[in-house]
């Protein structure tokens, strides 16, 4: 299977706060993505900031942690390391630039190395989330978060992957820095509240990843149409490279028409763009709505070549929007916390509801419409569980 349909099956069935998908066997050896991806750097764009930070990361990750029975020493010397000092001035850089992508195009082929670094960026910075709570650096460890949410933000947008990867990001540094909000004096709520409304400001990301998704497709299959190279991209995608390799007699009917008829594979393809703008204007349609009000949109198979296409081609773009739901969910309920430990702060108690914080659409949540649970259990004690998505 082609590296971005692969990891987009992988990212869709994780949960939302896995930090990266199980290893693979057989892994080659790490590649640095920064000379990959810039051969020619020029120095404007943030994003090789961000990458060459990624490529740090990593080595940090693999250089100076254990694999199991981590420390506070050993994270302590992790983001003391040269290795992280270096990272962590190029992602401060790289987050004042604009960021722009190295790639000309993307296509069911195209790989994206840089982005097991960026959850590596994601994971460091959430030791270092720790580490600045453990020494009571607590306004340096809302900074650490401001930046996480803040690159986890610059790498979507660009493809559905990307998008997905940005959320898992977010999802890291957020557990991190949840774990020690009792440690929140009340300017450090104040400064947490600023955050969460910095990024509640921001455009959703949902939308210009689906958008990028379905541009890629379409790209792709109209390219496929009058190239024979490019038929073999979408048949790889359909079949994977374990399949293409047998004999052409013992490939499925739909695969071998879609290599060799070439009348054939021009009008399965030309159908296959149709359905697929037909499918995704029904799913940009249902986006409008807030999540809660939604209803998934499938494929309606007919055993085509075309729709057997779509089908194979198609993400489950319902578990999409979920994982943007549940993040924004995610980011909200930390604000509603800062805000109800602020009010404990002022008033020594703590709220009888959410309406005495007077917080908005923030104490609402994005996934069902109401309120967020919210139970005062004391004279200074209360429960505000956090939103988790029903299944595995």
Not at 198 to 217: H, I, N, Q, Y
């Amino acid at each position: 299977m082609n590296a971005l349909r692969a990891s987009l099956r992988v990212l869709l069935a994780a949960p939302l706060l896995l930090a990266s998908p199980a290893p693979a066997q057989d892994v080659p050896a790490w590649q640095p993505s920064f000379p990959r991806l810039f051969p020619s750097p020029t120095g404007p764009n943030g994003y090789e900031d961000l990458v060459m930070a990624a490529d740090l990361a990593h080595v940090v990750e693999r250089n100076h942690l254990p694999e199991q029975g981590e420390t506070l020493s050993d994270v302590r010397r992790a983001v003391a390391s040269p290795e992280w000092r270096r990272a962590r001035a190029l992602l401060t850089s790289g987050l004042t630039k604009p960021v722009r992508s190295p790639r000309q195009r993307v296509s069911f082929s195209t790989e994206f190395p840089e982005l097991a670094g960026m959850r590596s960026v994601a994971r460091v910075l959430a030791r270092e989330i720790r580490v600045r709570f453990a020494d009571g650096r607590v306004a340096e460890a809302i900074a650490s978060l401001r930046d996480g949410l803040r690159m986890a933000t610059l790498i979507q947008g660009e493809t559905l992957i990307g998008g997905l990867v940005g959320v898992a990001c977010s999802a890291i540094v957020l557990k991190e820095f949840r774990s020690h909000i009792g440690q929140l004096a009340v300017q450090d709520c104040e400064r947490t509240l600023s955050v969460v409304r910095e990024w509640l400001r921001l455009p959703d990301g949902e939308v210009p990843a689906v958008l990028a998704e379905r541009d890629t497709m379409i790209r792709q299959l109209l390219d496929a149409r009058a190239d024979p190279a490019e038929a073999g991209k979408v048949a790889r995608a359909f079949l994977g490279d374990e399949e293409l390799e047998r004999d052409p007699d013992e490939q499925p009917e739909l695969v071998r028409r879609l290599l060799s008829d070439p009348v054939a594979r021009a009008a399965a393809l030309d159908e296959a763009v149709r359905k697929l703008e037909a499918h995704y204007a029904r799913v940009l349609e249902g986006l409008r709505k807030p999540f809660w009000q939604r209803r998934p949109v499938e494929l309606e198979p007919d055993g085509s070549l075309s729709g057997k296409l779509c089908e194979t081609l198609v993400p489950v773009l319902s578990k999409v929007g979920e994982k943007y739901a549940f993040l924004r969910a995610d980011v909200q309920h930390l604000g509603v916390e800062a805000a109800i430990r602020r009010f404990v702060w002022e008033r020594d108690r703590a709220p009888g509801s959410l309406g005495d914080l007077d917080l908005g659409e923030m104490a609402i949540s994005p996934v069902t419409g109401e309120p967020f649970a919210y139970q005062r259990t004391g004279e200074r004690t209360y429960e505000l569980p956090l939103p988790r998505p029903a299944g595995p």
